[in-house]
């Protein structure tokens, strides 16, 4: 990464410069006075204000963009991740491939100690199953050993790990959680879904906090490296999770970061009198964040209709109705904004239910509710969320790296009610697009521009469309990444399109993505980001 310091004033000319204001305008220039655009024109227009002491880029013609605001994201999650066992596929093609990582794990560590790998997906492994106790025993029989699946809605513990969390042949499911068993033994197989992950949760050791600082930074490189320069981090959990962030701040991290509260720390949050909006520009209090089911491709989502793969099989509700409905009153009347992950249909007319129960008892007009995901639609749900003013947030690289999954578990017709982006956009729903990173499949986690190119194609990484009806245009899935996410967090008057005024966070690409024939959109490659007037990230010669 190069960092250019000590810049109070630049301009940028000769470029195609995306504005994304109320008119989609195009400008060739930008001049910057700090951390702040100051106006916006021809190339003459700017460069007459550009006295000594100002620094000028040339783009050389390239494009820019706001900088891309991901509005669900796991940074801290996916710096953990990058320290530990990579499970993804690729670069792991089997169950084998992935003992033989936690073996070379085991051989570094102390007997006892823990190992932990993230990114498994069964779906595109050869055996077409979830690892299990057994297979990891065979790696590290002296180690705990915790694998989580890429959605983090599925871990696979080995035998030494369940047995320090007391599960066994005789632990009854969890309300909101199963525990996957060997149909002849009943035995465990180490595969725990939704809430049966508690116990492991429990008893692991927790990261360090210089782990998380560290891991923290990586991920802004690699967000930064994406021309992402906002982040909402949807899984904020604890007091020491906050005083990372902090310090990461204030040890120089450029990306911008909504911290979304868990539901656990509202009381703490309530007792100092802290609400939604509370920081600054770099680091601040988000939403309040609450979990209602799974994954679609973990098979944990909560559906009206069974999975087609998986007849017997139509979710889980990580929680009852009456409890979120208190989550959700609760988190409003103290000032928060909220946002309530839903994939399967039957969770999200469930988080509908709620804020319709709460708005009923404390009208806001400008709520600006959230639905994390919101998976699984129909006409009857889009019509609601519009009704309500509720905003989706949607990853549309789920339909890329585990579009074949969801192929195998919906219908055919149902297919075009999975992210239903048109029909969102054609109601007239504000929609934010984003990663939900690294809760995602494949080698590229993050990208706005395959997150785009999805939107606008919607075809998996096999190449299957994928209820090609729901497609949308560059303009609008450009919309949703910058202007789309700065709406959802409160943040339209300082980011996500590039006016006087506002924050001075942009992307230089390589190519313009409304000019590129649609199939290489996802090949556009960032050349330059900027945060706040500073050049943050350039690409390696």
Known sequence: MARESGIKKLALTNGNILTIDEEDTVVSAIFIAGDRIVSVGSDDEILRQAADGVEVIDLDGKTVVPGFVDCHAHPMGFGESLLAVNCRTPPMRSIGNIVEGVRRAAEEKSEGEWIFGRGYDDFKLEEKRNPNRWDLDMAAPNNPVLIMRLCGHVIVANSLALKLAGISKDTKDPEGGEIDRDPETGEPTGVLRGGAMVPLGEIIPPTSFENLKRGIKLSSDEFLARGVTSVSDAGVGSPLNVKAYMAAKEEGMPLRVNMMMSRGLLEHLKNLGLETGFGGEGLRIGAIKMVFDGSFSGRTAAMTKPFVDTPENSGILYMTQEELDEGVRVSHEAGFHVGVHAIG????????????????????????????????????????????????????????????????????????????????????????????????SGEELISPLLGIYVAVNRKTDAGQELGPEQRVTVEEALRAYTMGGAY????????????????????????????????????????MTIVGGRVEYMKPS
């Open 345 to 440: 249909d039957r969770a999200i007319s469930g988080v509908l239910d709620a804020y319709e129960k709460t708005l009923a008892e404390k009208p806001n007009h400008d709520h600006r509710f959230r639905i994390e995901h919101c998976g699984i639609n129909s006409p009857e749900i889009v019509a609601r969320i519009k009704k309500m003013g509720v905003i989706p947030v949607p990853q549309p690289i789920f339909l890329y790296g585990e579009g074949e999954s969801y192929r195998a578990g919906l219908e055919p017709g149902n297919l075009k009610w999975a992210y239903p982006f048109k029909a969102w956009l054609d109601a007239g729903i504000t929609v934010a697009m984003s990663s939900d990173c690294p809760a995602t």
């Open 488 to 527: 959802a967090t409160f943040e339209e008057e300082d980011k996500g399109s590039i006016e006087p005024g506002k924050l001075a966070d942009l992307a230089v690409l390589s190519r313009d993505p409304t000019q590129v024939d649609t199939e290489e959109i996802k090949d556009i490659e960032v050349e």
